[in-house]
């Protein structure tokens, strides 16, 4: 049984493995918000306010990403037949002087696309999971595109990964709304 | 000797240098085969912050006693060169204001001193000990202490002070007490933050 599965996957294998990566599509819920209480403010003068941190929940924002349709194949159907692995970057333009973003995402987070696969049985390409970078611990988000810092990898299309968020803003920080760009820059390989 | 030392460093490398993986997401060229780039907003509204306070925190009372060695028969038991001094206080500021406004520390006493008594405010410091940002400019002017607020610093925007003793701005009061005389009970030296018009 398992030597007719390794035949499938070589012909899986030659139809997507070795070829150029498909295209795909990152998509996302709205952003987060946060809007300063009382409770999340500097309460000893002298301070700067940057040591009170609001943490959003944990899976306020969600990712997405999966393999474009073609013109005879879904996006599941591609997303079967061409594992490739992802890293996934991170950062922030426009952000208010002071304000202070973090990130995180979990240990195998989000959920396979689609949920099982006949890949799954013998993962040539590694299994179809999550990596969170630093383990799973905040990583500050730089407000500088060409140094957008990696936030996790994974392998296969995968859907519903959680981000969450921790905000801190000194006193530097202009006060009142403001909204600050967060970028997610996927990068793909064959391996 | 240096062979020993390259090595040594080699060793030590994998843990000095490592760093976490960034990447250039301004290049359309590291994502576009097979990845892709999107955003979102993080949408934040910052509240307005003014605090300020006096340094040390659990006991700040002052007290000035009577020095034995400095009596003199025919000068008032306290002068301003009779121990009537102290310099142990200091004043924290942390502000966050909007747009180009600006805050001002006062001083002003909570209720009316004995005629006898004079107290003087000064600021040691015209600007801040320490601190971050737009933390004002003091008059080093000594102030006279009564139940109207005088302005002590001005030109406070968006920063603090850090915080503790020997932060910020250092308090000189002088105390003048002719009559020996003692000041009424609950008598307090407020200092305040308001919006400089």
Known sequence: ?191 | MKTTLGIFLWMLLPGLVWAQETIDASDPANYIVGGAQGYHFLSADLLEVQLVDVEPEIDNALSFEVDPNTLEAGLPVFSASGGGVNEDLWLNITSRTAGLEKYQVRVYGNQPLPPEIEIQVQVVNATSVGGVGDTGTASTTAVTLSETPTVLISDIGRGFTTDGINKGFQLRYTITNLGGGALPVGFEVIYDMQLQI
């Open chain 1, 1 to 191: 049984m398992r030597i007719i599965y390794v035949g499938i996957l070589w012909f899986f294998c030659l139809s997507g493995c070795y070829g150029q990566l498909l295209s795909g599509s990152l998509y996302g819920t709205s952003g987060p918000t946060y809007s300063q209480t009382l409770g999340d403010l500097v309460t000893e003068a002298g301070e700067d306010g940057t040591g009170t941190a609001y943490e959003t929940g944990a899976s306020e924002v969600m990712l997405s990403f999966r393999l474009d349709p073609g013109l005879l194949s879904s996006s599941a159907q591609r997303c079967t037949s061409n594992v490739y692995k992802y890293k996934v970057f991170i950062h922030i333009q426009n952000a208010p002087e002071g304000l202070v973003l973090e990130a995180r995402t979990f240990s195998n987070a989000g959920d396979r696309y689609p949920a099982s696969i006949l890949y799954d049985v013998l993962p040539v390409n590694g299994p179809r999971d999550l990596y969170p970078e630093n383990g799973g611990d905040y990583i500050t988000i730089p407000d500088d595109e060409t140094a957008a810092i990696k936030l996790f990898e994974f392998t296969g299309c995968r859907e519903n990964i959680p981000i969450q968020f921790r905000i801190s803003a000194s006193v530097l920080a202009e006060p009142g709304a403001s909204s600050t760009e967060i970028y997610y820059t996927v990068v793909g390989s064959l391996n």
